[in-house]
């Protein structure tokens, strides 16, 4: 009977969307510096991150955003730019955001990688959690090299001591996934050991990716949120992360007279910090009523009114304290400072755990990775410092561009000589006079 319900429950919620399909405007004309995309459909539970999603797939910076999804329709208005601040101009991006987000299935597929595929004809998706420590990452490269795993893709993150990562194998004998139990299971057993080091014993973790389509950074924001790594740890006094200024400020407020919980966030932009703050809030089951974002120079500034799903604003000191370490987590895990270092080579067999295993010969700590490979190639960005947490020294750096190869491995961004924001001043939020009593 609960089954039928919920089946004439899909199937109304299917006929609302055919009767009211998604209106998508991108208009390069209304707005100066950058394009304006305006989203309208029938409202769901979630279906902020998929629009969201979308833009950020595209590699598309939102600048400012204004949300609404009181009621039974959802009203998005988006400001983007491209990662060279300009507006969009690429046919082939326009129209795929254009049929993607006017797609009336209720389904937005992703473009970018995505796990969950356990095994597929093409690779097999792990998940590895553990306590982080200096050259972990080349400890797991190296056993997968051994037991004949190619890496195809992979992200890892850092945060709170704790590290996470998503990783696409292949067998190298045959370049399929692996679906051999018996390989998967030796796999696990090497993995585990090295995750588990002296002292994760509990924690440390390796298991294949759950049935179904998840997308790659939506599925790391869940483990370490599972790993609880919001829990506040004490940080290495004199490193670079120890900076106060530089973390995020996250107050979460009542706003009674309109039954919502207002949550306000101020802190250093860069590319995807919206996705990371809708991601962890709709995975904790809050939703987005009214919400407004707006960058500055280098500080963004957002401001969202929320209930819980079962309609319900935050009504409790333990639930609000909560909240706020989950967000600041969110921002810090895909913010940490450091040397971004990019590496373009042809591909081979072992070649990660050779660049990971002189990274770690020569001290450095990579703190977050994107690992990727297509026809033939491989481009990987590293995000590394010191083993204390602090900048690398140039000279270390270019003694690793000699042993890997001056065009091979790039220096791309250093945050220790970037400007650090500048104060200004505080902004003026679109709905703060509209909720007063």
């Known amino acids: 009977m609960f089954e039928r319900n919920e089946d004439m429950d899909d199937e109304f919620a299917k006929l609302i969307r055919r009767v009211n ?12 510096d950058a394009t304006v995309i305006q989203v309208g459909c029938v409202n769901k539970h979630g279906i902020l991150l998929e629009v969201v999603q979308v833009l950020t797939d595209v590699n598309l910076v939102i600048t400012k955003a204004y949300i609404s999804s009181d009621g039974g329709w959802f009203m998005d208005v988006f400001n983007v730019i491209d990662r060279e601040g300009k507006k969009i101009r690429d046919e082939e991006v326009i129209n795929y955001i254009q049929k993607t987000l006017a797609n009336d299935d209720g389904s937005v597929p992703s473009l970018r990688g995505s796990v969950g595929l356990v095994p597929s004809e093409e690779s097999t998706s792990i998940e590895l959690t553990g306590t982080d420590r200096p050259g972990l990452l080349s400890e797991v490269c190296a056993v997968l090299t051994d037991l004949h795993c190619n890496v195809v893709n992979a992200e890892i993150w850092t945060h709170n001591a704790r590290a996470a990562a998503v990783v696409h194998v292949t067998d190298y004998t045959t370049g399929c996934a692996i679906e051999d139990r018996t390989h998967l299971a030796i796999i696990k057993e090497m993995l585990c050991n090295v995750l588990k080091g002296n002292n994760d014993l509990k924690t440390a973790k390796m298991s294949l990716s759950p049935p179904g389509i998840t997308h790659r950074e939506r599925r790391l924001h869940q483990i370490m949120f599972a790993d609880r790594d919001y829990d506040k740890v004490e940080r290495h006094k004199g490193s670079s992360v120890d900076d106060k200024s ?24 860069r590319p995807k910090l919206l996705f990371d703050i809708v991601c962890t809030l709709t995975d904790m089951q809050y939703v987005v009523f009214h919400g407004v974002v707006h960058t500055g120079r280098m500080e963004a500034y957002q401001e969202y009114y929320i209930r819980h799903v079962d309609g319900f604003p935050i009504c409790s000191e333990a639930e609000r304290e909560r909240v706020m370490q989950c967000l600041e987590a969110a921002i810090e895990r895909r913010a940490y400072e450091g040397l971004e270092l990019e590496l373009c080579t042809e591909d081979r067999f072992g070649l990660l755990s050779d660049i990971t295993r002189i990274f770690r010969e020569n001290s450095l700590c990579i703190r977050r990775a994107e690992i990727s490979t297509k026809g033939g190639k491989a481009r990987d960005t590293f995000y590394v410092t010191d083993v204390t947490g602090n900048p690398v020294d140039p000279k270390m750096v270019d003694s690793i561009r000699r042993q890997i190869g001056q065009g091979i491995l790039h220096v791309k961004w250093n945050s220790s000589s970037s400007e650090k924001p500048q104060n200004e001043r505080t902004f003026s939020y679109l709905f703060g006079s509209f909720f007063k009593a």
Do not use: F, L, Q
């Not at 399909?21 to 100066?32: A, G, L, Q």
């Not at 995020?248 to 932009?269: G, K, L, N, Q, W």
């Open 246 to 269: 530089s973390r995020p400020h996250v107050i979460v407020s009542d706003c009674a007279e309109r039954d919502y919980t207002v949550i306000t966030m101020r802190s250093r932009d």
């Open 21 to 32: 399909p998604p209106r998508v405007v991108i208009d390069n004309d209304s707005c100066e």
